[in-house]
């Protein structure tokens, strides 16, 4: 791998535990002003020193983000559908590298939908931003997305997303947590994070799901909603970091979360332990 690409991973996926805690926050680009990221800036500010990189668009990125700020970013550079509109399949790269490398960003983003009808274009659309991405040293992340068809969400379907991702060069992929999500890791030979999903019923199965998710051989998540939608985010975000960066588990991560929402002073970033 290009040193390029790889200082540019290595600054997502920390060498220091080989983990990462990214945060999602590019939901706008197909839903809009979602619930709690109405206000990008709002959200994402007192959640950035806990994240270890921020996963989002151009367009939130330039109005959203103090360029100062030193967060390694995962631009998504797919897009062109909406909720309301007839499939969210039908994506297309609305994003160039030359913007992406403007932004200094460490990786680009696109998403597939292997078993829908736009999946040659969604794949297509991999191909060809790996390509650009190997060109620039900037590593691609591959979204298995499953539009509005969360059933799909099966050890069987991921396992072969996330391998087709694999096999068309993407560096590293992101993708949801099932069960038997270990046959999903088993099948692809790059890194694996997995996405939070719609929000949980309680914090307590956002923290199973993340804990899961790193015992069955995950390198991190990149939650979105189960963080910024919670009552408490940073204690939630802060409960998140122990569980995928020192595999605290369950009980203890609760715990983390419970401490945190008492705490009056500023809430940083906690000390990264040795493994
Ligand atoms: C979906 O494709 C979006 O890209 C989100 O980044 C992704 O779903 C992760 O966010 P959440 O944890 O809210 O699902």
Request: glycine fraction near 8%.
């Amino acid at each position: 791998m290009d040193w390029g690409l790889q200082n540019r991973l290595s600054r997502i996926i920390k060498p220091d535990t080989g983990k990462t805690v990214m945060l999602a926050v590019d939901h706008g680009y197909f839903m809009g002003p979602t619930h709690k990221l109405e206000q990008p800036r709002k959200t994402i500010e007192p959640l950035l020193p806990h994240a270890d990189a921020l996963m989002l668009t151009r367009g939130v990125l330039r109005n959203s983000v103090d360029p100062r700020a030193n967060i390694p970013v995962v631009l998504r550079v797919s897009g062109g559908a909406s909720i309301v509109g007839s499939s969210l399949a039908n994506e297309t790269i609305t994003t160039s590298v030359e913007d992406a490398l403007r932004l200094n960003v460490s990786a680009m983003a696109l998403s597939i939908f292997v078993g829908s009808e736009y999946e040659h274009q969604s794949l297509a659309n991999l191909g060809r931003l790996v390509n650009e991405g190997e060109k620039h040293g900037i590593p691609v992340l591959a979204v298995t997305a499953v539009g509005k068809e969360l059933e799909k969400r099966d050890a069987r379907y991921l396992a072969l997303s996330c391998r087709i991702a694999a096999e068309l060069g993407a560096h590293f992929v992101k993708t949801y947590f099932c069960e038997d999500f270990g046959k999903v890791v088993a099948g692809c030979p790059v890194p694996l994070v997995v996405a939070g999903g719609p929000k949980l019923e309680t914090e307590m199965d956002a923290f199973q799901l993340a804990s899961d998710a790193i015992r069955e051989g995950a390198v991190g998540v990149d939650m979105g909603r189960n963080i910024w939608q919670s009552e408490h985010p940073v204690p939630m975000i802060r409960a998140i970091r122990e569980i995928v960066h020192h595999g605290l588990n369950v009980r203890e991560a609760k715990e983390v979360y419970e401490d945190a929402k008492k705490s009056r002073i500023p809430l940083m970033a906690s000390p990264r332990r040795p493994n």
